[in-house]
């Protein structure tokens, strides 16, 4: 099918094969150092050639007391991982697709138990999720070596051949919490207002672009969450213009933190058996203790609606307010809802996670017409078993036991 979306597109300066991206999915292809596993590179290249237009890797840790409580997240924060960087992306270049490394710092939402450290936030704010530890608030001098940090890792990246940095400013992570007032308390110069709870996104594009003014940094945003106090597509229409103010080359607009549930990735039940076997806070309970609270889960966590295209009213907000290019992700999986957000709706990019666990090639067979919707099934499997094992589809049912 001819179509905008199928068609070259050039995003902050890098050339793509078509408007589709593979939004950043968190592989756990690393090894117990960070570094990534050959295992990885062999996804990357599989969604090259699957037709992805550009391929944004799973979040990468920039210091140790960020890493993710996922499994094996892969890291940023040392010179001696940039030849695997750029093993990886050599190959991934030779299928013509340009590779965005996103990276990250986990902020309150990780576990001390993970990270061997303590946790840090901008505000000593205990998340609901997260709760074992009641994080440390940033002072003055950790805030700038966050900063130092965050530009070490976007210059790491450029040395090991990325076409362009995301920093994650969504999903409830370090730079989000700072965006949030549900999560930043602070009234001095790095909370309080807007502009201010956006200082520190500034300060580390600014301090980037100083050492490399024509090297791409993308953000993505939670464009809204459901916590008291959280963000709101008006807000988030206001840190949008800040975005492009700072310089950064596009916006991907997506939603929620790990507090709401599954708000980020919603399906149309909880997939409380896998939760119970492989989420922290649940696994070591008794097996007549989950029994019960299986169907208490499904009462208590309502999943959110609607199940598709639930980013784009704020993308379209974001898209008339900024003349950056705007990405949006979040429940699209069939050619006509693409069609629609691009064509019709004018945001320049849509990306999308799920649908290219299952078929890395889904790009390929919507181009090719041999499908126009994914085969995902919504279970959202993948997600929660990704805190003990590496990204897999698992179709709604659950693993047999190793």
């Known amino acids: 099918m001819d179509s ?6 050039n995003l902050a300066g890098i050339q793509l094969k078509n408007r589709i991206l593979r939004s950043a999915t968190h592989e756990g292809m690393a090894d117990e150092n960070g570094f990534p596993l050959a295992t990885l590179k062999k996804l990357y290249i599989r969604l090259a050639k699957g037709g992805a237009g550009a391929i944004i890797t799973g979040y990468s840790g920039i210091q140790p007391d960020g890493k993710s409580p996922l499994f ?30 996103q990276i990250a710092h986990a902020g309150r939402q990780t576990r001390t138990k993970i990270t061997g450290l303590p946790t840090y ?20 001098t950790k805030i700038n070596s966050l900063i130092n940090h965050f530009v070490a890792a976007i210059v790491r990246a450029h040395k090991s051949g990325f076409d362009a940095v995301q920093l994650h400013g969504a999903h409830g992570y370090m730079l989000s919490q700072f965006l949030s007032s549900h999560s930043n308390l602070r009234t001095d110069a790095w909370g309080g207002t807007t502009r201010k709870k ?12 100083d050492i490399l003014p024509d ?20 807000e988030a229409v206001e840190i949008a213009k800040l975005i492009e103010e700072s310089g950064c080359s596009g916006i991907e607009v ?15 039940k909880l997939p409380a058996d896998a939760a119970m076997e492989y989420t922290f806070k649940y696994k070591t309970l008794p097996g007549f203790v989950k029994t019960i609270a299986k169907p208490v889960l499904n009462l208590m966590i309502k999943q959110p609606k609607p199940l598709l295209k639930f980013n784009l009213d704020a993308a379209i907000q974001i898209k008339k307010a900024v003349s950056i290019p705007v990405i949006i992700v979040g429940g699209i999986n069939n050619t006509d809802d693409i069609h629609q957000i691009i064509d019709k709706e004018k945001i320049d990019f849509v990306s999308m996670s799920r649908p290219f666990i299952i ?26 078993i990704g805190e003990e094992k590496p990204l897999k589809c698992y179709y709604g049912k659950l693993p047999m036991s190793d």
């Open 4 to 9: 905008t979306a199928f068609q070259p597109a």
């Open 254 to 268: 997506s939603c929620g933190v790990f507090e709401d549930g599954l708000y980020t990735m919603r399906g149309k």
């Open 121 to 140: 936030a901008p505000s000593a704010v205990r998340d609901k999720f997260y709760s074992e530890d009641m994080p440390r608030e940033l002072d003055e």
């Open 72 to 101: 094996r997240m892969t890291m940023i924060d040392r010179d001696d991982v940039i030849p695997f960087y750029k093993d990886i992306t050599d190959a991934v270049h030779e299928f013509n697709t340009p590779v965005i490394m």
């Open 215 to 234: 090297f791409p940094i993308l953000i993505k945003i939670s464009a809204h969450d459901s916590q008291k106090n959280g963000i709101r597509v008006k």
């Open 359 to 384: 078929q890395p090639d889904i790009v390929n067979k919507f181009i090719q017409g041999q499908q126009d919707r994914s085969k995902c099934i919504m279970c959202n499997y993948c997600s929660i």
């Open 198 to 209: 956006f200082r520190i996104i500034k300060e580390i594009v600014k301090q980037a672009k």
